[in-house]
């Protein structure tokens, strides 16, 4: 296989550990944590196998609370990106739901949020990845809550609607994946327009 064909998480101008991260977060993200092996990982990484517990040695839990704080840095990327397309945060809400629904099909309908299906299986089992989780959500709403403050909102009101934000936008892909459609987005969009407009004095 020659360097144009890799896929991106087996770039070997990465290092051994960040292809590994890299690796097991896609590959969670579209098989989740128990769908997903060190054998497979190491394979596709394109890492020997005893270079997994080198970078990782508690194994692949160690490995996925880090593959699940990747996962929060990337999506936090796209956020970012989406809510800054748009001075108004009302109408950022309608960008970062077509930047989303851009990232979905763009990728054949699988690539959702990146932790949801780990965030499922793993909660209340697996401390380490749990708190991982915990953290990846409270920082994509505060990117959400930086957007909206100084915008005319009441200060007290932000931790809601930032929460209703990341809710809304986490059950919109999801049904966007199912249906294979953008619909699910958009209206989500459309909505979270009016909410924001509808608390801004």
Not at 125 to 138: E, G, L, M, T, Y
Not at 148 to 156: H, K
Request: with cysteine; glycine share 6%.
């Amino acid at each position: 296989m020659n360097d144009t064909t890799l896929p991106a998480q087996a770039d070997p101008a990465l290092g051994t550990r960040e292809r590994l991260v890299r690796t097991t977060s896609r590959l969670m993200q579209r098989q989740g944590y128990e769908g997903t092996g060190i054998k497979q990982i190491s394979r596709e990484a394109g890492v020997a196998l005893s270079s997994v517990y080198h970078f990782f040695p508690s194994g692949k839990q160690e490995l996925a609370a880090e593959a699940v704080r990747h996962a929060d840095l990337e999506f936090a990327g796209i956020l970012r990106e989406a809510l800054t397309a748009e001075a108004d945060p009302a109408e950022a809400m309608i960008a970062c739901t077509r930047i989303l629904a851009t990232y979905l099909r763009d990728s054949d309908w699988l690539d959702g949020c990146p932790i949801t299906a780990t965030a499922l299986e793993t909660s209340g089992r697996v401390p380490d990845i749990h708190q991982a989780v915990v953290d990846a959500f409270a920082h994509w709403r505060e990117l959400v809550a930086e957007k909206l403050r100084g915008t005319g909102i009441a200060e007290d009101d932000i931790p809601d609607l930032a929460h209703t934000v990341i809710n809304t936008l986490e059950g919109a892909e999801l049904a966007a994946q199912v249906s294979r459609s953008e619909q699910p987005l958009e209206i989500a969009g459309r909505h979270l327009a009016r909410l924001i407009d509808s608390y801004r004095g």
